[in-house]
């Protein structure tokens, strides 16, 4: 069957064959995790179905438009986006990680959470039907993490929570990062400590990458500049949450 490249992703090559997508294998945590949800009847993450004939890993392809530039922004898509997420962390109740997870910590950094976080929100991993985020795609920087620091993450791309040069090609505004951000872990139910220890986690997060140095997705100096971003304007974000 003909194989289509699948565009937005900046990791891994992904093809679509047919009504399953082809890519190389994730952290078996990852897979035992695709296949709880499907177990559950999660229906905002796609399917584990095995390995081609190459050791490629087989999923069902998972309709809809990804997040592409102009990105969707408007604040029933930040809602619909902590909303999502909260299903996808509440679905994993009663799930078992296998023995040897594997999990990747390229960004959460660590083996143990509340929850397994997506922890890559970016826009083309979220995908759309009737204009409003649907499934979670690409799961396989997925780890364990807190509930506050996938939100965090998501508000990153979101809420527009990061240095404005790496907003504006994907269309995102610039205004209302506060009540953007607000509306997200609202949506998603976070609470006042939580929403307390949000900023703080997110600071913790970038100043881990700096340290662990490992750079396979996103560059030092894009790491760097949302630190610097970050420092600027945590008492504003910090006041919106409160």
């Known amino acids: 069957m003909t194989e289509v490249p ?26 035992a995790l695709l296949e709880w949800y499907e177990h559950v009847g999660f229906d905002g993450a796609p399917r584990f179905l095995g390995f081609d004939e190459q050791g490629r890993e ?30 996808a962390h509440d679905a994993q109740d009663g799930f078992v990680p296998p023995q040897a997870p594997n999990w990747d910590t390229h ?43 996938d939100v965090a993450l998501a508000a990153t791309y979101w809420a527009g929570i990061r240095a ?36 703080p986690e997110l600071m913790a997060q970038r100043r881990g990458r700096l340290a662990r140095a490992d750079w396979r997705v996103t560059g030092r100096d894009a790491v760097e500049q949302n630190i610097a971003w970050l420092q600027l304007h945590t008492p504003a974000l910090a006041a919106r949450l409160e």
């Not at 069902?60 to 909260?86: H, K, M, N, Q």
């Not at 970016?122 to 799961?139: M, Y």
């Not at 790496?166 to 939580?194: F, H, K, M, N, T």
Request: a negative charge; hydrophobic letters at 45%; glycine letters at 12%.
């Open 6 to 31: 699948l565009v937005g992703g900046d990791v891994n090559v992904v093809v679509r064959v047919g009504d399953t997508v082809r890519r190389p294998p994730e952290p078996p945590g990852v897979r």
């Open 164 to 199: 404005d040069d790496q907003l504006a090609p994907w269309g995102v505004p610039l205004e209302r990062r506060g009540e953007r951000l607000r509306i997200l872990c609202d949506s998603y139910g976070l609470g006042a400590e939580q929403r307390a220890s949000l900023l």
């Open 58 to 87: 087989v999923l069902s392809f998972v309709e809809g438009e990804p997040g592409f530039a102009p990105v969707p922004c408007g604040d029933e898509v930040v809602a619909a986006i902590g909303t999502l997420l909260r299903r």
């Open 107 to 149: 960004v959460a950094g660590v083996q143990a959470g509340e929850v397994i976080g997506h922890l890559d929100l970016f826009w083309t991993n979220v995908v759309f039907r009737n204009g409003l985020p649907a499934a979670l795609i690409d799961w396989e920087l997925a780890a364990p993490c807190t509930r506050v620091l």
